[in-house]
């Protein structure tokens, strides 16, 4: 565990869900509650999901990386997400493989670069594959994945309607997938 952070996070929602959500690590107020997507990018999430056809409460949410890597440049100050290394996603890896062999989703929708990178190796880019279903072998298992942005990129965008037009459309992908 990173060792600001304050406790790991792990994954949550049904063993039986049919999709899994792999995001990249817990921000801030994930870190706190020690549940995963409950800040401003998991409640967007939510919003897309439920937009694009895909129930929430059915879905598992995870992250490739267990605890909320930040720096904090004064004391009392907001918390600021720094990137998780290989070296963590790494060390993390036992458990995102552990989630899949128990939930045994259908269709994986990876949120951004570092949950590709994860999931898929070093040499993926989200830009490159996002809003399509891919077939990869996953921890010894055939899985179907769809890339997009992870949904803070959205809140973070200059244009963000055309980022949640963007998430929102491979998320429909998905949710076409699972049908």
Not at 17 to 33: F, I, K, N, S, T
Not at 45 to 70: C, M, Q, W
Not at 111 to 116: I, S, V, W, Y
Request: hydrophobic letters at 40%; aromatic letters at 4%; charged letters at 25%.
């Amino acid at each position: 565990m990173h060792r600001d952070a304050t406790q790991t996070v792990f994954g949550a929602g049904s063993k039986d869900a049919r999709v899994m959500l792999v995001g990249e690590q817990p921000g801030d107020q994930e870190d706190r509650q020690g549940k995963p997507f409950v800040g401003p990018a998991g409640r967007l999430l939510d919003r897309a999901l439920e937009e694009a056809g895909i129930d929430p409460s059915e879905a598992y949410v995870t992250n490739a990386v267990k605890h909320f890597k930040f720096t904090q440049a004064e004391p009392r100050k907001r918390r600021i997400h720094k990137a998780p290394n290989l070296r963590e996603m790494t060390a993390c890896g036992p458990w995102l493989a552990a989630e899949l062999a128990v939930v045994e989703p259908e269709l994986i929708v990876v949120l951004g670069a570092t949950a590709g990178k994860a999931l898929l190796g070093s040499s993926f880019r989200v830009t490159q594959v996002r809003g399509t279903v891919l077939q990869e072998e996953i921890h010894g298992r055939p899985e179907r994945l769809v890339p997009t942005v992870h949904p803070s990129s959205v809140l973070r965008a200059d244009d963000r309607e055309a980022a949640y037009r963007g998430l929102l459309s491979d998320l429909k992908v998905a949710a076409q997938a699972l049908s």
